[in-house]
């Protein structure tokens, strides 16, 4: 057999080291999300060649979203790639009133989590465990500028990781310039979403004007905001102990291992009193317990300030979350409407 391209080597030896802590283990069913693009058919590749040694099923999962021209043919090029591979192809096709209920979370918004909502059910019905994607170093130097951008603290600094829950990121170590180099090498011809060229899109103009301009005033900018996200990864990984201690002795019922989404109820006084940056912390996990979207600084703000009132307080309201101060308790839910609530990473079937 011939020697694999260095190209992809590269690529797949640094998938390699990112999951190199056991997920998938031997036997796994993985899941791979193509669109057709060059990142995701590197990590295919890359994939496919980590896979037999490691004992490791794939399947691939493509969605069409219909949402632009040359969707549909793009999904079909991904099929017949697979096919080509020898590998199960999945194509899965969202209509939109599925994109519908979920517009609370905007346009992109609502396709993400349409879409990550599609790669999990797949993945489920056909026996993966994980789901993997195609997001590189620059997604997450993006991703860092863009959570800048925002006003976010240090969680939202912390960027993509390469495993939350069963989606899977073997790629963040990757430049995107590589996984066309592997592309190349492998004589692939990759399809391009002319969306991506939209400027009035922030991420694409973060991507084709401030990133390409920050690596002229200052050459390694993409490599050194990335490395910011593991450096405030390891921070909150670090703080995660404490603030669920902090959590379990403000929670009013159930303590916070229960695994049901459902209402959580804090004691104002105890939240109140906690430090400043402790408190927010407490507040985005008691969040996360509740099944609520995650709130902006602004919100968690918010919610802490009616902790201390000891007056009644408005509610406080977000897309996918609502927080209510009553009988002492702040108590924290899902809307009225919870058709507003993205889809969030978490444990497949």
Not at 162 to 188: F, I, K, N, Q, Y
Not at 206 to 221: D, H
Request: charged share 25%; proline share 6%.
């Amino acid at each position: 057999m011939a020697r694999a391209p260095a190209a992809l080597r590269l690529v797949a030896d640094r998938a390699a080291r990112a999951l190199a802590e056991g997920a998938p283990g031997r036997g796994d069913g993985l899941a791979v999300a193509v669109s057709g693009g060059a990142d995701s058919l590197a990590l295919l590749h890359a994939l496919r060649t980590l896979a037999a040694p490691r004992g490791w099923r794939l399947e691939v999962v493509t969605v069409d979203h219909g949402l632009r021209p040359g969707s549909t043919a793009d999904a079909a090029f991904v099929v017949d790639h697979a096919k080509a591979l020898g590998l199960p192809a999945h194509l899965v096709t969202i209509a939109a009133a599925e994109l519908e209920e979920v517009r609370g979370a905007g346009p992109e918004g609502a396709a993400r989590a349409a879409r990550y909502r599609a790669l999990a059910e797949t993945a489920a019905a056909a026996g993966c465990r994980f789901v993997a994607t195609g997001h590189t170093l620059d997604d997450q130097a993006e991703t860092v500028l863009l959570q800048l951008l925002r006003g976010t603290g240090p969680d939202g600094l912390a960027g993509m990781a390469v495993r939350d829950g069963w989606l899977l990121r073997p790629l963040l170590a990757v430049r995107r310039s590589e996984t066309r180099d592997c592309c190349r090498a492998l004589g692939l011809v990759w399809r391009e979403d002319a969306s991506n060229q939209d400027q009035r899109l922030l991420r694409n103009a973060v991507r084709l004007r401030v990133l390409p301009l920050l690596e002229e005033l200052r050459p390694g900018s993409t490599r050194t905001l990335a490395r910011t996200a593991e450096l405030a990864r390891a921070e909150r990984d670090w703080l995660d102990p404490l603030v669920t201690t902090a959590l379990h002795d403000v929670l009013a019922g159930p303590g916070p291992d229960a695994s049901a989404d459902g209402p959580v109820a804090l004691r104002v006084g105890e939240l109140a009193a906690l430090p400043l940056a402790l408190g927010r912390r407490v507040v985005r996990a008691a969040c996360r317990r509740a099944g609520c979207g995650t709130p902006a600084a602004e919100t968690v703000g918010a919610i802490l300030e009616a902790a201390g009132r000891p007056e009644r307080s408005a509610p406080v309201e977000w897309p996918g979350g609502r927080a209510v101060r009553r009988d002492g308790l702040m108590v924290l839910t899902e809307p009225d409407d919870s058709s507003a609530k993205p889809h969030r990473p978490g444990a497949l079937g």
